[in-house]
């Protein structure tokens, strides 16, 4: 598991290596909340997941992106809001180990 490192601004882009991935992480408040793309290799993988407490991104191995990302309150069970990017709220990568690929509906 890694911390992403973010800010608490409404609009961000990040550029980290993910278990040797190189990638791009844009994310962005909205009226609904907040969202997030996902490049490999400048390549998109996923663009404009919302944000939910605790909820994989991708769930599925067949996108070509090793791992997930899932958000953390880390004072509760809220999804995340821009505010709170980088303190309460917190991006992390998950390696394929620790993300059991389920079904979107679960």
Not at 31 to 54: K, S
Request: glycine fraction near 8%; proline fraction near 5%.
């Amino acid at each position: 598991m890694f911390i992403i490192p973010l800010q608490a601004v409404p609009s961000q882009s990040v550029t980290v290596a993910l278990a040797s991935q190189n990638c791009q992480i844009n994310i962005y408040q909205k009226n609904t909340g907040v969202f997030g793309d996902l490049y490999l290799n400048n390549n998109l993988v996923i663009a404009g997941v919302l944000g939910r407490n605790l909820k994989l991104w991708l769930m599925n191995t067949y996108l070509g992106f090793s791992g997930d990302l899932m958000w953390l309150d880390n004072q509760g069970s809220l999804d995340p809001y821009y505010i709170g990017i980088g303190s309460r709220y917190t991006l992390m990568y998950l390696l394929p180990s620790d993300t059991p690929k389920t079904s979107l509906y679960a």
